[in-house]
């Protein structure tokens, strides 16, 4: 019996071009995770299904994933022809990806994201699964580059669709992401908002506030920063 691969594939319609193609994911039989670090990012066993997220059609290429809106104004296209799309190479990014050329489609996305506008959440969203790439590669600097422009757009998300998702994990995320930035004053403010708004029933995210509290406390002694007055008790 002929051993089953980690791929398989699908058919979807490019909004732009609106020409048909096959894209590759990972069965969830091979989607094995090792961990999960403290900002959502999953590692995995073997083959990273986050590489496959995006899809890029060959045809114009043009790059999105399932959480981008499904329709795209003319001048949008207007806009993706005359800075990226006269100048695509029909290169072939539905098959098999290793770790540059799945960078290579999030960068392609995130451009395609912004230039046709689509919301903050989508974005951020982006921008987070470019620093959790570098993150794999350890390379610390541009994971931080990255992770400070994810901030800067969960931020405007929690400004403008505050109301329209899930605000715990989205509170603790930009406190997470300035814990790890070192930006610990506001780190505490954000985890302390979690813990302390009582119409917030999201216990795993409370937990995770109170337990990210802690460590942000930690790595403020560590860094010999005088502690907020808050914090100069044990527990909260």
């Not at 912004?114 to 919301?119: A, F, M, Y």
């Not at 699964?129 to 390379?139: C, D, K, T």
């Not at 917030?200 to 930690?218: F, G, N, P, Y």
Request: glycine fraction near 6%; aromatic fraction near 12%.
């Amino acid at each position: 019996m002929a051993e089953l691969a980690p791929l398989y594939s699908i058919k979807v319609s490019c909004i732009c071009c609106e020409q048909s193609f096959q894209t590759s994911k990972v069965r969830p039989s091979f989607k094995k995770a090792t961990g999960t670090d403290s900002d959502f990012c999953v590692h995995y066993k073997a083959v990273n299904p986050d590489y496959y997220v995006v899809r890029v059609c060959p045809f114009c290429g043009y790059a999105f994933t399932e959480n981008f809106s499904e329709s795209m104004t003319p001048k949008h296209k207007q806009t993706y022809y005359d800075k990226l799309g006269k100048s695509w190479t029909g290169q072939d990014l539905t098959g098999e990806r290793d770790w540059g050329a799945a960078m290579q489609t999030y960068k392609l996305a995130l451009l395609c994201a912004q230039i046709k506008e689509e919301k903050d959440r989508v974005i951020a969203g982006m921008l987070h699964h470019i620093a959790w790439l570098y993150r794999i590669q350890s390379n610390k600097e541009q994971e931080q580059r990255f992770l400070g422009f994810a901030l800067d757009a969960y931020v405007r998300v929690f400004e403008t669709e505050g109301a329209e998702v899930n605000n715990a994990r989205l509170m603790y995320l930009i406190g997470e992401l300035n814990r790890r930035l070192g930006n610990y004053q506001k780190a505490v403010l954000w985890f302390g908002r979690v813990i302390n708004d009582k119409k917030i029933m999201d216990s795993a995210m409370i937990r995770a506030s109170r337990e990210q509290w802690v460590q942000t406390r930690e790595d403020m002694l560590a860094a010999q920063m005088e502690l907020p007055e808050e914090m100069r008790e044990k527990g909260m």
